[in-house]
């Protein structure tokens, strides 16, 4: 069972570690390296060049294509088996370099690592300890580790003094603002977040100094035993690469029958072994889309392009397709759905509630009372409160300019910086004020006295003493209240309201602090503070509550209400507390009536089982860890889910890898979570996750129409060799393998390459999502392909009979191949839309694929009258009359498609309107 580290007084600590306050000495530091050793997070192998390699080599299409070089090289078509072997190359190539990127997570969380740390080391057994700087990597359990502020905490550690230290935790556990530290132990089974006696390695030290005993170096760390769990969690296949798999195998069966097909039909006609050998060939070949990997990759790097326009960077290309299938966005909150700014939102002074608008640090934004614009410049008692704010802080704000427009940052606490910023939207500038009330003195805060004091001098020779704090500490240090300009006695009765109010302000999920001033004389400031300090009679005046939150990002309740009509669901995980998880979740959507809001506490005593039993109603997970994370998303992955995690943390890093689709995001998040993640925001907006959705559904949606379109090209090619050798004896080949090539990668491979670029038909995301198993080619695609194939190989086959009739075998090929070609041009603009007529459309709405029409035809052109491509490709020039026939045969593909296309939509319609 795990040491609970939390619940152990410091002298206990240091018992079960064989150490003490004074350090270690160097020949304990050696045995202790020997038994647990280095300080560091050791790295699983990575995927190879030759495994990623043999990935791309082993498809099942590559398999087909080989046998058919192979058969090449038998039968002496030494062109025909270049040709195959360049295809199988081209592809492998391209397959590769997509599919190249280093799994790095590891090493970046090695990164995360401090490199050196602040150590007390063989101290003297009298006299004072000398500060050592060791490399962190050579920290031991047993250490005496020294904090201070802008350090980055080398490994786990039980604090043994604590002066103002503040840590930020947020990249392990999600918390929005620095967690101050104590020394105390802690009772009960605690979260990370909670354990506010433990320091973490990797996380940073925002404010104050420390000291700590280390009880837990690399692997044993909370970050190591993250890396652990990315380690151990296996990656899944996107739905796009599980489909296309199966349809690689099926194609992979089609071309073996239709080979076998071909030998049997050959044999029975009694054809020479050469002969048959060339058909069962060329029918191989006409089985395989050989340009359907290449294009596959096409298609979805069109979609990552189009979504890097939207802010999401895809780093593995099959997470273009796995984004337009998810049913469920497990995301974080912090910086994600909210702003990662504090705002404050509401101000209560003089007995009036003072709403004020704007999101995040840029001073922008109004102040409103009962829904009518305030101008608290005018008020005596909301203008004093809104100065305390500014000046007891130690925060300051700065304006970046960028392009036209301006980039605001605070520098100091993001609480503090919120105060900043309200008082900035006022009109009051801290600068100015600090001109008007210069600060002489201050009392920083401290978990003792739970405020802050700052003693500010100003012209009229008055030093004005501003305090901020716990709110219900800052009312027991005063016994006046201010209202309507002046102070008077505070009451009871205004006691009980003012802390209803600052629970009203917590229960919204706000942070409340308490406000309040007294004015002394110059000398009487020491006096004043050490009474302060301790407590003493001090009768502050009462100036007001002030209440802050992280707020939503104004675009994500749309962007939510937008995934609820799409079908997918929006569940919230965060390291944050219950109240702020549940508050933010119902502002932007996710909660709702019967939405149910469980901790990580909750998680952890549940099964697996049990879990699963109540996941599909849970909507917010609140004080979760890591571990918790992981769990949830393989719960929903159990239930049937394709999940899209999104994160920033170190503490996201291992759900990220367990989902389907992991985002990272690009500002906030750290390399561990990039390097993770399949697609990383460059705004870290929600809002561009839902946009990612989007633009995944259109791109199976084109998919969809490539595949359609390259397999009416097969199917058209199979039926007209297999015909051929069963009704026309005493007929040659009407095409051959080359022509068949031809057709199938320069054609297809020009015409398929635009169709992946149609814009999305309709409104995708009012929509369900597609469930995972759904096949790339259903019954209604595959039955509306083998009707366009069967005139694909009528109109081939009629015209290779009708010009065999001159008795030039390489003339009739020529006509049948340029029929066959013209075919796929005209089939092109029918796999626009599966029910919509081109006109519709518009016939030039896509105009990329009217340029690759031109390109083909030119090139088919080429084929038949440039010297060197008719030897390669068998082929004779055609005249103006044969191209005439050729056009108006092709054509009938296009007739026929729009008359399916009308006989669909009237069908659709009158179903309807039953």
Not at 686 to 697: D, K, M, Q
Not at 869 to 877: E, F, I, R, S
Request: proline residues 4%; hydrophobic residues 45%; charged residues 25%.
């Amino acid at each position: 069972m795990e040491q609970a580290w939390h619940t152990l007084e410091i002298e206990e600590t240091f018992n079960i570690l064989e150490s003490n306050p004074r350090g270690l000495s160097p020949a304990e530091i050696e045995r202790r390296l020997e038994k647990y050793g280095p300080n560091e997070i050791e790295s699983a192998d990575g995927v190879s060049k030759l495994e990623i390699l043999w990935a791309q080599v082993k498809n099942p299409l590559v398999f087909v294509l080989l046998i058919a070089a192979l058969i090449s090289l038998v039968a002496g078509k030494m062109i025909d088996a270049v040709v195959i072997a360049v295809v199988i190359v081209v592809n492998t190539l391209i397959g590769f370099f997509q599919e190249y990127r280093a799994e790095e997570a590891l090493q970046a969380l090695k990164s995360q690592a401090a490199p050196e740390a602040e150590v007390f080391r063989d101290c003297p057994d009298e006299g004072d300890c000398i500060e050592m700087r060791v490399p962190a990597v050579q920290i031991v359990p047993g250490d005496v580790i020294l904090l201070d502020a802008g350090d980055k905490v080398p490994a786990d550690a039980r604090v043994l003094a604590a002066i103002n230290l503040e840590i930020d935790e947020a990249m392990l556990t999600g918390e929005s603002v620095p967690v101050r530290k104590t020394v105390e132990p802690l009772e009960g089974d605690l979260p990370t977040a909670e354990r506010i006696n433990l320091v973490y390695g990797g996380t940073i030290v925002t404010n104050g100094r420390g000291r700590a005993v280390v009880y837990a170096t690399g692997a044993q760390t909370e970050m190591g035993k993250i890396a652990t769990l990315i380690q151990e969690t296996e990656k899944v296949e996107s739905p796009l690469q599980k489909q296309t798999l199966d349809l690689g195998k099926k194609l992979g069966l089609l071309a073996l029958s239709v080979a076998t097909a071909t030998l049997i039909l050959g044999l029975i006609r009694g054809l020479e072994w050469q002969e048959i050998f060339l058909f069962a060939l060329a029918s191989a070949v006409s089985s395989i889309p050989e340009g359907l990997p290449a294009v596959m990759s096409i298609t979805l790097a069109v979609g990552v392009n189009r979504m890097a326009r939207r802010n999401a960077i895809i780093r593995r290309l099959p997470a273009v397709d796995t984004l337009g299938a998810a049913t469920v966005i497990c995301t974080d909150k912090t910086g994600t759905l909210t702003t990662n700014q504090m705002t404050v939102q509401q101000v209560m002074a003089g007995g009036k509630t003072i709403h004020v608008t704007g999101v995040g640090f840029a001073p922008k934004g109004r102040f409103e009372r009962d829904g009518e614009h305030f101008d608290p410049t005018s008020d005596p008692d909301v203008r004093i409160a809104l100065h305390i704010g500014a000046l007891c802080n130690n925060a300051r704000l700065v304006q970046h300019r960028r392009g036209d427009d301006y980039d605001w940052e605070i520098r100091g606490d993001p609480t503090e910086g919120a105060l900043v910023v309200a008082t900035a939207k006022a009109g009051q500038h801290k600068e100015a004020l600090e001109d008007r009330f210069r600060r002489i003195d201050e009392l920083p805060f401290s978990s003792q006295t739970r405020f802050m004091a700052t003693f500010n001098h100003t012209a009229e020779d008055e030093v004005w003493v501003m305090v901020k704090g716990a709110p219900e500490t800052v009312l027991e240090l005063c016994p006046q209240i201010r209202e309507n300009g002046a102070a008077r006695a505070l009451g009871d009765e205004d006691r009980e309201h003012l802390l209803a109010e600052n629970h009203r302000m917590a229960s919204e999920a706000l942070r409340v602090l308490g406000l309040a001033y007294k004015v002394i004389a110059p000398d009487e400031v020491e006096r004043f503070k050490e009474d302060l300090e301790y407590g003493h009679d001090v009768e502050l005046v009462f100036a007001g509550l002030v209440g802050m939150i992280d707020p939503p990002r104004p675009e994500v309740p749309e962007a939510v209400a937008r995934c609820k009509r799409a079908g997918v669901r929006v569940i919230m995980a965060t390291g944050d507390h219950k109240l702020t998880g549940e508050a933010i979740a119902r502002q932007v959507g996710i909660l709702d009536g019967d939405g149910k809001v469980f901790t990580g506490p909750d998680v952890e005593g549940m099964s697996d089982d049990e879990l699963d039993d109540v996941i599909e109603q849970v909507a917010v997970f609140a004080r979760v860890s890591p571990q918790h994370k992981h769990r949830i998303v393989e719960s929903l992955r159990r239930k049937g889910h394709v999940v899209a995690m999104t994160g920033d943390g170190v503490n996201d890093a291992p759900a990220l890898q367990a989902a389907e689709i992991g985002v990272a995001m690009g500002i906030t998040g750290t390399d561990v979570t990039k390097e993770t993640a399949e697609t990383v925001l460059t705004d870290d907006n929600f809002a561009s996750i839902v946009n990612a959705i989007e633009e995944g559904r259109v791109v199976f949606q084109n998919v969809r129409k490539v595949v359609k379109f390259l397999l009416a090209t097969n199917i058209g090619e199979d039926l007209t060799l297999v015909s051929a050798l069963a009704f026309l004896p005493g007929y040659g080949l009407p095409i051959t393998p080359v022509q068949i090539l031809w057709v199938n990668l320069v054609t297809d491979g020009i015409l398929d390459i635009t169709i992946a670029l149609e814009p999305k038909e309709g409104d995708v995301m009012d929509e369900p999502p597609r469930h995972p198993n759904t096949r790339i080619i259903n019954r209604e695609i595959l039955l509306n392909t083998v009707y366009v194939a069967l005139f694909m190989a009528m109109g081939t086959l009629w015209m290779f009979i009708q010009a065999d009739r001159s008795g030039n075998l390489a003339y009739a090929r020529t006509m049948a191949f340029t029929t066959l070609a013209m075919f796929q041009v005209f089939n092109s603009l029918n796999c626009r839309s599966r029910d919509k007529s081109v006109f519709e459309l518009g016939l030039f709405s896509n105009r990329y694929l009217i340029g690759a029409i031109v390109l083909s035809i030119l090139l088919q052109i080429a084929a038949e009258h440039v010297p060197f491509m008719q030897v390669a490709l068998g082929t004779v020039p055609l005249g103006w009359r044969d191209w005439g026939m050729i056009v108006l045969v092709s054509s009938s593909i296009f007739v026929a498609d729009e008359i399916r296309k009308l006989v669909s939509r009237r069908r659709a319609s009158a179903l309807r309107d039953r």
